[in-house]
């Protein structure tokens, strides 16, 4: 059992607000007692400079889109053409290259300060569908992965059975059918089993979309979810093209079929929400369903602006996700719910410094299964991120808007120290892994390899 004492400097404590000389005592996994008003560092205390706050949560990621970054900058385009070249990279991969890849990915987030992510995982099986001799053997890459960066993962398996609404799998989409629901059940059942007693592991589920999954086909999942008591995820009209197939195929939008076949709720988590009327609305926050944002990939993708603070207020607790990995900065993501709605309203102030921290600390890490979690309070699990506060981009921070200076100006590269279930996976901005973007240049280069990206 370890016993650790972290004296911060700052640390962010609830119910929000910067306090200054916080001693943390940490046993084990876990924080066991928060000390104020401790003016120096006692013997024996690491030290954090900075701005201490919760451990980040990523509540949305596809590991092996890291591989993608900035290759699919040059075409003009839309989501439909950046997927072909997505589809390139996922038809490589098997669980050996998978594993660096997503090691490599995983410890680019905890260097951001991130120490639980949500992986929603659709690249179950070899080329053409074929099944490893484990059939799992994808998922338990990404479980070791996430493992030996440091992070805590909730493994959102998804349901994957049509290429599009009314049409078969083809091509590299082979990868991700199980053949039908309760296909993909027996092996999510088998994944749940091995990592029943596991603290560090969640395995949640997914319903792709609405392209993905037909109709009949949701509530099995939605069953699934209920009866292990697991988080239940889904991408929903992402976008207009999405939206007007679903019509046209079942005279609902998406989030109306999600709600008649038993996949929203409090355990639920809507990711994008982009294109949405008031009606869908209504029934995500009337049925305290949450909501993932990407910003950094819908604007990527050029998906759109969802309606972030109007599903807030309608009862939807708001999450952060970094998606495609365009960017891996949850600071990014979270200002960027802000200040895209000060594009689409030309008005400022939806969001304060404060909601946008706990929506990428408390709410994400929630949202993923682990409810003790992105809080600085005793019983909490042991992690800590610290922020510079004399970098260029945040030098000059004034005492009484420490939470804006973090969430309105600090970047990932301010976050100099990690604590991760009382692990320091990241001392003075370096990963105990060493040279992470040596890592990351290896595993993409083995990736693209051959592939026009």
């Excluded at 074929?130 to 398996?157: K, S, T």
Aim: proline share 4%.
């Amino acid at each position: 059992m370890r016993e650790l004492n972290y004296w911060c400097e700052l640390a962010w404590l609830p119910p929000g607000e910067a306090v200054a000389g916080v001693l943390v005592k940490v046993h084990d996994t876990v924080i066991s007692e928060i000390v104020t008003g401790v003016a120096t560092p006692p013997g024996g205390a690491v030290r954090l400079a900075g701005l201490t706050i919760p451990g980040l949560a990523n509540a949305h990621s596809h590991a092996f889109h890291r591989a993608l970054r900035g290759a699919t900058q040059r075409e003009k385009g839309s989501f439909w053409t950046w997927r072909e070249q997505m589809y390139e990279v996922a038809e490589t991969l098997d669980p050996d290259s998978y594993l660096r890849l997503a090691r490599a990915a995983f410890a680019e987030m905890a260097l951001a300060g991130i120490t639980c992510v949500g992986e929603f995982h659709y690249l179950h099986h070899s080329p053409g569908g074929r099944r490893y001799d484990d059939p799992n053997a994808m998922g338990h890459a990404l479980v070791q992965a996430a493992r030996e960066a440091g992070l805590r993962i909730a493994l959102l398996d998804a349901c994957y059975l049509t290429g599009g609404v009314g049409t078969p799998l083809s091509g590299v989409q082979l990868r991700f059918g199980d053949g039908d629901a309760d296909g993909w059940a027996a092996r999510a059942e088998a994944l749940t089993t091995h990592y029943r007693d596991d603290p560090d592991v969640e395995i949640g589920v997914a319903v792709h979309s609405v392209r993905a999954v037909r109709p009949e086909q949701i509530p099995v999942v939605a069953e699934f979810s209920r009866h292990h008591a697991v988080p239940l995820h889904a991408h929903v009209s992402e976008q207009r093209a999405e939206n007007t197939a679903c019509v046209e195929a079942y005279c609902a939008s998406p989030v109306q079929l999600l709600e008649a076949h038993g996949a929203l709720g409090p355990r639920s988590t809507a990711v994008h929400a982009t294109h949405l009327s008031d009606v869908d609305i209504a029934l995500l926050g009337g049925s305290g369903t949450r909501v993932c944002m990407c910003p950094t990939t819908e604007r990527d993708l050029a998906d759109g602006i969802g309606p972030a603070r109007a599903l807030f207020d309608a009862g939807s607790p708001v999450t952060l996700g970094s998606d495609s990995h365009a960017v891996v900065d949850l600071f990014e993501e979270a200002r960027a719910v802000e200040l895209d709605e000060r594009l689409a309203t030309e008005r400022r102030g939806h969001w304060s410094a404060a909601e946008l921290l706990h929506a990428a600390t408390a709410a994400g890490h929630d949202s993923l299964g682990f409810a003790c979690a992105g809080m600085l309070v005793p019983g909490a699990w042991a992690d800590l991120v610290s922020v510079r506060l004399d970098s260029v981009r945040t030098a000059g921070a004034s005492p009484a808007h420490l939470a804006e200076t973090v969430v309105f100006a600090a970047t990932a590269a301010d976050v100099h120290s990690v604590v991760s279930g009382g692990r320091r996976v990241v001392t003075e901005g370096r990963h105990v892994l060493g040279d992470v973007g040596g890592m990351l240049t290896e595993a993409i280069i083995e990736a693209r390899a051959g592939r026009s990206v």
